[in-house]
């Protein structure tokens, strides 16, 4: 799953919490227009497998998601 961290009425942390909830290995790739630096502090040991910079075109969406949320899927 790409998940952005800006959403409305829930934060991207909370849902994420609430996904591990229901599925603890969920594979999640953060979406944030935060520094990686800080965005990786955040959820560090949490299980999230990678960062996605915004702003991103279709080509970046597109290899983030073939390199972090491909792997292991076979």
Request: net charge neutral; no cysteine.
């Amino acid at each position: 799953m790409v998940l952005d961290l800006s959403l409305p009425g829930i934060s991207g942390g909370e849902t994420f919490n609430r996904l591990k909830e229901i599925n603890p290995k969920v594979r999640v790739v953060i979406s944030s227009g935060f520094p990686n630096e800080e965005v990786t502090k955040k959820f560090d040991g949490t299980g999230v497998i990678g960062y996605l910079q915004k702003p991103y075109n279709y080509l970046t969406l597109v290899d983030t998601i073939n390199k972090f949320l491909g792997e292991g899927s076979n």
